[in-house]
């Protein structure tokens, strides 16, 4: 029994290992978001293509759809980009922009060059509705059910493990929950 | 001996280097001080979640940079400290908070360390009262404390 007591801080040092290690794994950027499971935060911004047309939140309509947080100077944005659109093209799952603290100009030339696969962009120039979104890192990805509430965000690129893995299997159950 | 001289203008150029001095200090309009101090005391309250480990008054991230000019607007607008709080915490979580409110999620970090230090008083008070008993069982015998005072007995008469 004492000689046992003697193992005990060797074995509290390891559990402290296990516990550091399992830290080291974890990636400290990814910032948990309230609004998770939250009615979406409502907004109406000047379209990106036309400044004279308002678009926003209601324009979702009752649609299980996604919301990509984009910016020309970003660079994971093109990383990401080329996926969009194959995931619009192949799964038509509707996918908003919202085009975050970005020159009118500099964004269009991003989607010529690149291509357009949003229903529509908003041009949030000065960053206000990113706030109420809680943006903190482009990209950022919403998945909004068809009540209007977030159901799922992912911050940074996405990739197409994930789009398959995470993202479609989550939209076709919330369609069949809408139906 | 002289070569740290020419340092001293280097060292002096960054002491006083626009990175260090300048993050988080925007020109602010405040009419009365209490609110220019109040909004210095929330920038230091709440962090930059672009640049985690800096508070907004230490980032110079854009980010950071969009949330001073919020933070100004609702000062200016007369929100309490507490509704500004919320308005961070709704949006981008208790992280954004430097002091985590005490609540069933951080029960362990608020009382953790306490716990720790009670385990630790505990352990050394039954380490030390081990110790102590210890001295006391392995004691010389008393046939090898007479064989000692014989020996030194001897020696006296010696």
Known sequence: ?179 | MTTWLPLIPLLALLAFSPTVQAAGVDPTNFEKPELEERYRGLLHELRCTVCQNQSLADSDAGLAQDLRRELRTQIHAGSSDDEIIDYMVSRYGNFVLYRPPFSPATYLLWIGPFVLLGLGFVALYLTSRGSRQGTGTTGVDSAARQRARRLLGEGKDV
């Not at chain 1, 046992?4 to 296990?18: F, K, R, S, T, V």
Request: net charge negative; charged share 25%; hydrophobic share 40%.
């Open chain 1, 1 to 179: 029994m004492k000689r046992l007591m003697y193992l005990l801080p060797m074995g509290l040092l390891l559990l402290l290992g296990l516990f550091l290690l399992i830290g080291l794994g974890l990636n400290p950027r990814l910032v948990p978001s309230p609004l998770v499971d939250k009615p979406v935060p409502a907004f109406e911004l000047p379209a990106l293509e036309d400044p004279a047309r308002k678009v926003g939140s209601a324009d979702f309509n009752g649609e299980v759809v996604l919301l990509n947080i984009w910016a020309s100077w970003c660079v994971s944005c093109r990383q990401e980009h080329q996926l969009l659109a194959r995931m619009t093209d192949r799964y038509g799952v509707p996918i908003y922009g919202l085009n975050y603290k970005d020159e009118r100009e500099d964004g269009l030339n991003y989607l010529r060059a690149f291509g357009n696969p949003y229903v529509w962009n908003a041009h949030d120039l000065e960053g206000r509705v990113g706030i109420d979104w809680g943006v903190y890192g482009t990209p950022e990805t919403f998945v909004i059910d068809g009540e209007g509430r977030i159901r799922y965000k992912h911050v940074g690129p996405l990739t197409w493990d994930k789009i398959q893995n995470d993202v479609l299997p989550l939209v076709e159950r919330l369609r069949s929950e809408t139906l």
